[in-house]
């Protein structure tokens, strides 16, 4: 998978969030939810239209492709793993671990992420 900056990632998983999964989203609800200007959305969108992740016609709601989609539920997934193995495992509260999982699922390495998902699997089946 193409490397994208954790910016961009964030934007993905803003997009995702805010969008149901199939519906566009306005760079305005991307902008409040990630406390950025509106520019940086459209550097952002633009950016991630060129990776081929989201569509937007000038103006319109962004949306995210096929490709887009599979990256973005895959940030998010990692992005709630942490989360929960954090509050769950280690007793983090709610607000530091969403920070933490913000900051953490950008930096940590496959093989630590596959090993903490096997982990949390197993602790969520006892």
Do not use: W
């Not at 671990?97 to 949390?120: F, G, K, P």
């Amino acid at each position: 998978m193409n490397r994208i900056s954790p910016s961009l990632e964030d934007y993905l998983e803003a997009v995702l969030k805010l969008s149901d999964g199939d519906s566009g989203v306005r760079t305005t609800d991307i902008a409040t939810e990630l406390k950025v200007s509106k520019a940086s959305v459209n550097q952002a969108v633009g950016l991630l239209s060129e990776r081929g992740l989201v569509e937007q016609e000038p103006y319109g709601p962004v949306y995210l492709t096929d490709k887009g989609i599979l990256r973005a539920r895959s940030i998010y997934r990692r992005h709630q793993a942490i989360k929960r193995f954090l509050m769950a495992i280690l007793g983090v509260a709610e607000n530091t671990a969403e920070e933490d999982a913000c900051n953490i699922e950008h930096v940590i390495s496959n093989e630590t992420m596959d090993r903490l998902m096997d982990y949390m699997e197993k602790e969520m089946d006892k």
